[in-house]
């Protein structure tokens, strides 16, 4: 092989791994982003039940009973 066909490999070979880098840091963050998609999605659910709940009276506490601590 001569020394500029080795240079281009060595340049490609090098450009392929920042390539293989790079879609792997994409992938795990498109993966971290699911898992805080999911986690919000979760939380965004229970948030809703609890509000229909209180909304509908369900969901009282004991210390609804009692006035407020300024009276």
Known sequence: MSEELEKRIAT???ALAHAE???Q???DMAA?????I???TTQA???KDRV????AGVDRSPSDDK???HY
């Open 67 to 69: 006035p407020p601590p």
């Open 32 to 36: 971290r982003q699911w898992a805080e």
């Open 21 to 23: 880098a790079s879609i």
């Open 45 to 47: 659910r229970l948030l």
């Open 12 to 14: 490609l070979e090098i």
């Open 52 to 55: 229909r709940a209180l909304e």
């Open 25 to 27: 840091d994409l992938s």
């Open 38 to 40: 999911d986690s919000l």
